[in-house]
């Protein structure tokens, strides 16, 4: 474990050392045509594949297959998935048939509890074991969170009930849906224990969930190393265009690398910190990540979420480091 930590701290330090190719990879805004909805606005990436964004929470993908429909997420509230559906009717009258969750969190999970029998919610073996038996509501992130969101959110949560998955898998599961293939694929542990990517491999599409954004993901249930490995092979997929849980599409696979620049070089600095003794609070303040700042331009100033060094130092204790 420790030559493994030891390995990683100097691939960056060689990387650092030769300076990394400067190529700013930046999630760069793509335009595709639209139908605005009451609540969601849907971005048509291809024939029958919306994102759906402006609703609470997760961003959402739609998928129209030639008898039914898959929803990818379900966002923050049952009212806000309410809304959801609403608006989906805009596009199609075919039934939904399929929810998929791409991981546990709250804000992808939490519309779950509205579907009826004839709707199969799908998930990582792990979605299911975090929400039927994780006690989500008394853990972060859904702890935080209900500090941050605004009252009528708040209010719309009285009616929550976590509604775990009706139907799991673990590596792979491949859904025909008439003529368009739909995949589901785990990678590993990563941004949770169990996320998953849709695949399209005609349309060459990928809905990533947190996996892999347009911005920094919370780190607060990471896996840190199996999170670059995963994304290494979410990179093998053949797709073009990606579909994140938050943020907006985005184009080819320059910003995964530098999404795993970032993770590899969060893991070699938080770990010198706790070496030298620095709490996680402190190393929440002091780590300068802004050298990432051309490829995620949310990072304005030193420091990262708390969650996420408490989390990292946990890890670093798991894996023998530190
Ligand atoms: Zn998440």
């Known amino acids: ?8 701290g100097l691939g960056f330090a060689l990387t650092a050392a030769f300076g990394a190719q400067a190529q700013p990879s930046s999630a760069k805004p793509m335009t595709f045509p639209v139908v605005q909805g009451k609540t969601y606005k849907f971005e048509k990436v291809a024939d029958g594949v919306y994102y759906a964004t402006g609703g609470v929470g997760s961003n959402n993908v739609v998928i129209v297959n ?49 579907f009826g029998a004839d709707v199969q919610i799908i998930a990582h073996d792990f979605v299911k074991e975090m929400i039927s038996k994780g006690d989500v509501l008394t853990k972060e992130p859904y702890k935080t969170s209900i500090t ?82 995963a994304l290494e092979k979410l990179k093998k997929l053949d797709f073009t265009v990606d579909l994140p849980g938050h943020g907006i599409p985005f184009a080819g696979k320059g910003l995964i690398t530098a999404y795993q620049d ?8 938080g770990n010198e910190l706790k070496r030298s003794g620095v709490t996680p609070e402190d190393a929440a303040k002091r780590i300068d990540m802004t050298s990432h700042a051309k490829d995620f331009p949310q990072i304005t100033g030193p420091g990262v979420d708390v969650r996420g060094t408490r989390r990292l130092y946990a890890w670093l204790d798991e894996r023998g480091g530190g």
Request: proline content about 5%.
């Open 148 to 229: 941050t969101l605004p009252p009528a959110v708040l209010a719309d949560l009285k009616e929550l009930k976590p509604t775990p998955p009706t139907r799991t898998y673990k590596d792979k599961l491949v859904i025909q849906a008439g003529s368009r293939e739909i995949q589901l694929l785990n990678f590993g542990r990563g941004h949770t224990g169990g996320d998953t990517v849709v695949f399209l491999p005609k349309e060459k599409i990928v809905a990533s969930g947190d996996l892999m954004e347009s911005r920094l993901a919370y780190m607060g249930d990471a896996y840190f190393d199996e999170w670059v490995e």
């Open 1 to 8: 474990m420790k030559l493994r930590m030891f390995a990683l």
């Open 66 to 114: 030639d008898n039914d429909v898959m929803l990818v997420d379900t966002g923050t509230t049952p009212a806000n998935a309410r809304n959801f559906v609403a608006d989906v009717k805009m596009l199609t009258n075919k039934p939904i048939k399929y929810v998929v969750n791409t991981h546990w969190h709250y804000d992808h999970t939490d519309g779950n509890q509205i």
């Open 262 to 269: 970032y993770l590899n070089d969060l893991i070699v600095k």
